[in-house]
Nanobody
């Protein structure tokens, strides 16, 4: 069973940066066989797609409104995916979730991912 643990969230002022990490683990688990995604859920809103990265890191997808400020990356040797968030805005405040699916493809839809972390809170103050 694969487990995902997010970290790196916190309170930051508008204009600041954070880097979220998502560490994956599990018995007989090959991180390099998994596509990874980041999603966020703000109070009163639906869960939104943020970014995704293919098994090799060769393909990335971003929400159109975030691609200039956010960057997703992965280190398969460390079983970890990252989300670098720059120039943060109060509207970025949300719980950020890491998600995974064993696939060599890549999708934006949350329904495509079948493994989820518990989330990490990001709060951006104005």
């Amino acid at each position: 069973q694969v487990q995902l643990v997010e970290s790196g969230g916190g309170l930051v002022q508008a204009g600041g940066s954070l880097r979220l990490s998502c560490a994956a683990s599990g018995r007989t688990f090959t991180f390099g066989s998994y596509a990874m995604g980041w999603f966020r859920h703000a109070p009163g809103k639906e869960r939104d797609f943020v970014a995704a990265i293919s098994w090799s890191g060769g393909t990335t997808f971003y929400a159109d409104s975030l691609k200039c400020r956010f960057a997703i990356s992965r280190d398969n040797a460390k079983n970890t995916v990252y989300l670098q968030m720059n120039n943060l805005k109060p509207e970025d405040t949300a719980v950020y979730y890491c998600a995974a699916v064993r696939s060599y493809g890549l999708e934006r839809a949350s329904s495509w991912y079948n493994i989820w972390g518990q989330g990490t809170q990001v709060t951006v103050s104005s």
